[in-house]
């Protein structure tokens, strides 16, 4: 049977966004507890159902706490859910990751968020070398319909010793390599999100499967591990 997101976590959420102090919270800490146990089986649910295909190393749901010690914003509690899924390192590259938030502000992402310098590097010498293999990742239709293209970061013009007019200069001054994927409320309370989630996790593994032979060899193709 397939397990959906309890629609108490958006009533739970738009409580606390609009009575975000720690007295309401401690009052209502029972039942934010009881909505955090169904949230993690969901999560877990998940990520059973991402090991048919994939090798989950962790999963790890973000505490409600907000760190508000380098922050302007003090308030003490995050509105929204968040859990990552890491994969087995170091030979699989790239992560998943859930988020859950009322008012149409719910998303899946996947990529990679602060690749190293020597990753981005490495990355940034395999499209000037040949960007053919990406290109047709990002041109598959299936994969396309899902994630469409990078979202994140990216340098105004190109990197320090790449040509600013290389055919794949667009994707060499990438930053991030990202993909999000975004959800209305009504998706998410429907009893197959976590199966839709699922699916779009599943479409994103060519990528994956790239990024980890490039990360994990060298330019000629030999096993860095």
């Known amino acids: 049977m397939s397990l959906s997101i309890p629609k108490e976590v958006f009533t739970f959420f738009n409580k606390l966004e609009k009575n975000n102090d720690r007295d309401w919270f401690n009052e209502h800490k029972p039942e934010f507890k009881a909505i955090e146990a169904k949230m993690k089986k969901a999560y877990n649910y998940l990520g059973e159902m991402m090991s048919a295909y994939d090798q989950i190393e962790k999963i790890k749901i973000f505490r409600i706490y907000r760190d508000v010690r380098f922050s302007k914003n003090k308030l003490p509690y995050k509105t929204h859910f968040g859990g990552s899924f890491a994969r087995k390192k170091p030979e699989l590259r790239g992560g998943y990751y859930l988020h859950i938030q009322p008012n149409n502000e719910s998303f899946i992402a996947t990529g990679f ?15 000037e070398m040949d960007d053919s293999e990406m290109r047709a990742i990002l041109n598959d239709k299936t994969f396309s319909a899902t994630w469409g293209n990078f979202t994140g970061d990216e340098l105004k013009t190109a990197p320090k010793g790449f040509d600013k007019e290389h055919p794949a200069i667009d994707l060499i001054r990438r930053k991030q390599f ?37 990360l994990t060899t060298n330019l000629n193709g030999e096993s860095i591990l």
């Open 178 to 214: 990202i993909f999000v994927k975004k959800y209305t409320d009504k998706e998410v309370l429907s009893d197959h999100f976590l199966d839709d989630v699922n699916d779009a996790f599943k479409n994103i593994k060519p990528f994956f499967n790239y990024m980890s032979d490039v």
């Open 113 to 127: 968020w602060d690749p190293s310098k020597e990753d981005i590097l490495r990355i940034r010498k395999e499209f």
